[in-house]
């Protein structure tokens, strides 16, 4: 069973009906013993880094979440859930989880796009992603493949090597980040179509292989 | 590079999807669920349904559409058709929309879009407006001013007035429809859009007019739209989305070509 976590941070009804249509079994909890007997975890977010972080600690996720990581087992983040495992987060100045060393930055009206053009903050439409290291999370996936963003901070991992993709809007910025057993994607991977859904798979179903580091 | 998005439109009429001039003359055209299943395996980036059922229970009706839409696509999806408060916006959520738009309700109570923009996310909020041309006056300086009920009532308000007031109340993109254009197939209002994108920082999907590929290569060029709404020339059969892409592709705008 996957559990996915439900924190009070966005509709989290996506997640479960995409899991669900690649015939996994999962369940939408805050529950600690489910989420501790579940063989993988996905935390999604949507919304702010600090009512997301307040609302881990108010139900006592934060804690779950980083044991259930140190043990080993497979944790996929999704958008805010890809910025909330970082150290800190410019959003309300957030501290944050620290499951990967590294903050969560804020595009810049200053920054311009490929047109030259200011940028349209949030980031949000069909991008691609450059992997920067061979992962389970990537088989099937080609180049040409687009994922679905919408987001106004990006992830900055401290070390290179947590940087398993990247993805071009004013800025390089980390779009798949992952620690040991942790993958996490910036972008919508359940409102990505079929390489989304690909993606999803790989993570639910697909061999684990723990990123290398 | 962020690719420019191709959004079809789906007026919906108790349960189904209907298209004529704008509300008039609307026929049924066919099974919203079915046709948002064929765009998305046509490489729709997002659709858009629009609630123009007059009925009381129009919530019902829609709320069941787009909980099968959301267990038939995995791509964004937003609904508008008069949402007006917290409640509506929370119950199209949960059904498993994306995004929601307001329109007319946003004007004469504008904090809806701070509420749901705090509820929600400011991502979720989309200003939807429509917009007649009437020239330069003292109270609407750019030209263009903002029209509710599908056209028929005017507002006095200036639309790059209130597509920034929107901005600042925490829309997180702005469907801009031309009354003007809509439903000529003569090709978006490029002034319009240009105007609009040019002074917001959130994406603006132009909207009203497209009936030829190359209206929306002047909407993502000239227009700076960030997407574009297409409906009568994909509901028809004129042209498809991959064809659109493709035609897009070879004049060099950035579009998704892999689903």
Same mark, same amino acid.
């Given at each position: 069973?996957?559990?996915i976590?439900?924190?009070?941070?966005?509709?989290?009804?996506?997640?479960?009906r995409?899991?669900?249509?690649?015939?996994?079994?999962?369940?939408?909890?805050?529950?600690?013993?489910?989420?501790?007997?579940?063989?993988?975890?996905?935390?999604?977010?949507v919304?702010?880094?600090?009512?997301?972080m307040?609302?881990?600690?108010r139900?006592?996720?934060?804690?779950?979440?980083?044991?259930?990581a140190?043990?080993?087992?497979?944790?996929?983040?999704?958008?805010?859930g890809?910025?909330?495992?970082?150290?800190?987060?410019?959003?309300?100045?957030?501290?944050?989880?620290?499951?990967v060393?590294?903050?969560?930055?804020?595009?810049?009206?200053?920054?311009?796009?490929?047109?030259?053009?200011?940028?349209?903050?949030?980031h949000?439409?069909?991008?691609?992603i450059?992997p920067?290291?061979?992962?389970?999370?990537?088989?099937?996936?080609?180049?040409?493949?687009?994922?679905?963003?919408?987001?106004?901070?990006?992830?900055?991992?401290?070390?290179?090597?947590?940087?398993?993709?990247?993805t071009?809007?004013?800025?390089e910025?980390?779009?798949?980040i992952?620690?040991?057993n942790?993958v996490?994607?910036?972008?919508h991977?359940?409102?990505?179509?079929r390489?989304?859904?690909?993606?999803?798979?790989?993570?639910?179903?697909?061999?684990?292989v723990?990123t290398?580091? | 590079?962020?690719?420019k998005?191709?959004?079809p439109?789906?007026?919906?009429r108790?349960?189904k999807?209907?298209?004529?001039?704008?509300f008039?003359?609307?026929v049924?055209?066919?099974?919203?669920?079915?046709?948002?299943?064929?765009?998305?395996?046509?490489?729709?980036?997002?659709?858009?349904?629009?609630?123009?059922?007059?009925?009381?229970?129009?919530?019902?009706?829609?709320?069941?559409?787009?909980r099968?839409?959301?267990?038939?696509?995995?791509?964004?999806?937003?609904?508008?058709?008069g #949402?007006g408060?917290?409640?509506?916006?929370r119950a199209?959520?949960?059904? $498993? +929309?994306?995004?929601?738009?307001?329109?007319? @309700? %946003?004007v004469?109570?504008?904090?809806?879009?701070?509420?749901?923009?705090?509820?929600?996310?400011s991502?979720?909020i989309?200003?939807?407006?429509?917009?007649?041309r009437?020239?330069p006056?003292?109270?609407?300086?750019?030209?263009?001013?903002v029209?509710?009920n599908?056209?028929?009532?005017?507002?006095?308000?200036?639309?790059l007035?209130?597509?920034?007031r929107a901005?600042?109340?925490?829309?997180?993109?702005i469907?801009?429809?031309?009354i003007?254009?809509d439903?000529?197939?003569?090709g978006?209002?490029?002034?319009?859009?240009?105007l #609009?994108?040019?002074?917001?920082?959130?994406?603006?999907?132009?909207?009203g $007019? +497209?009936g030829?590929?190359?209206?929306?290569? @002047? %909407?993502?060029t000239e227009?700076?739209?960030?997407?574009?709404?297409?409906?009568?020339m994909?509901?028809?059969?004129?042209?498809?989305?991959?064809?659109?892409?493709?035609?897009l592709?070879g004049?060099?705008?950035?579009?998704?070509?892999?689903?």
């Open positions: 069973m996957i559990a976590i439900d924190y009070n941070a966005g509709n989290l009804t996506s997640v479960a995409a899991v669900a249509h690649l015939g996994v079994e999962c369940a939408v909890t805050h529950d600690a013993d489910r989420i501790r007997r579940a063989e993988r975890i996905i935390f999604p977010g919304g702010a880094a600090g009512a997301a307040e609302s881990l600690r139900m006592g996720l934060d804690r779950v979440l980083v044991d259930q140190a043990a080993g087992k497979p944790v996929l983040g999704i958008c805010l890809c910025q909330v495992i970082l150290g800190h987060s410019e959003e309300n100045d957030t501290a944050c989880l620290g499951l060393a590294g903050r969560a930055r804020a595009f810049s009206a200053s920054m311009t796009g490929a047109d030259g053009r200011p940028l349209k903050i949030p949000m439409g069909w991008n691609r450059h920067r290291r061979q992962h389970p999370l990537f088989a099937g996936i080609g180049p040409r493949d687009e994922f679905y963003f919408v987001h106004g901070f990006f992830p900055q991992p401290e070390r290179a090597a947590d940087v398993l993709a990247v071009e809007y004013g800025v910025f980390a779009s798949v992952g620690y040991r942790l996490a994607t910036q972008f991977l359940e409102k990505s179509g390489p989304g859904l690909r993606m999803l798979h790989n993570f639910c179903r697909g061999p684990w723990e290398t580091c | 590079m962020l690719s998005r191709i959004i439109c789906l007026d919906v108790d349960g999807t209907t298209k004529g001039v704008r008039e003359g609307n049924d055209i066919g099974d919203p669920v079915e046709m948002a299943r064929r765009y998305y395996e046509q490489g729709a980036d997002e659709i858009v349904f629009y609630d123009i059922t007059a009925s009381h229970e129009r919530r019902s009706i829609m709320l069941d559409v787009v099968r839409v959301a267990e038939t696509i995995f791509i964004p999806f937003s609904v508008g058709g #949402i408060t917290i409640e509506q916006m199209v959520l949960l059904a $498993g +929309a994306e995004k929601v738009s307001v329109n007319s @309700a %946003a004469r109570a504008p904090e809806i879009i701070a509420r749901g923009a705090d509820a929600f996310g991502q979720c989309v200003l939807g407006m429509d917009v007649k009437v020239g006056t003292p109270g609407v300086p750019s030209g263009y001013e029209v509710i599908g056209g028929r009532t005017a507002t006095g308000m200036d639309a007035q209130w597509a920034l901005q600042a109340l925490g829309a997180g993109e469907c801009l429809n031309s003007d254009a439903g000529t197939r003569q978006y209002e490029l002034t319009l859009t240009a #609009i994108s040019a002074n917001v920082t959130i994406p603006v999907i132009a909207s $007019g +497209a030829e590929p190359q209206h929306l290569r @002047a %909407a993502f227009g700076r739209a960030d997407a574009a709404l297409v409906a009568s994909v509901h028809f059969g004129t042209t498809t989305i991959a064809e659109l892409k493709s035609y592709s004049c060099g705008i950035p579009v998704r070509q892999s689903w």
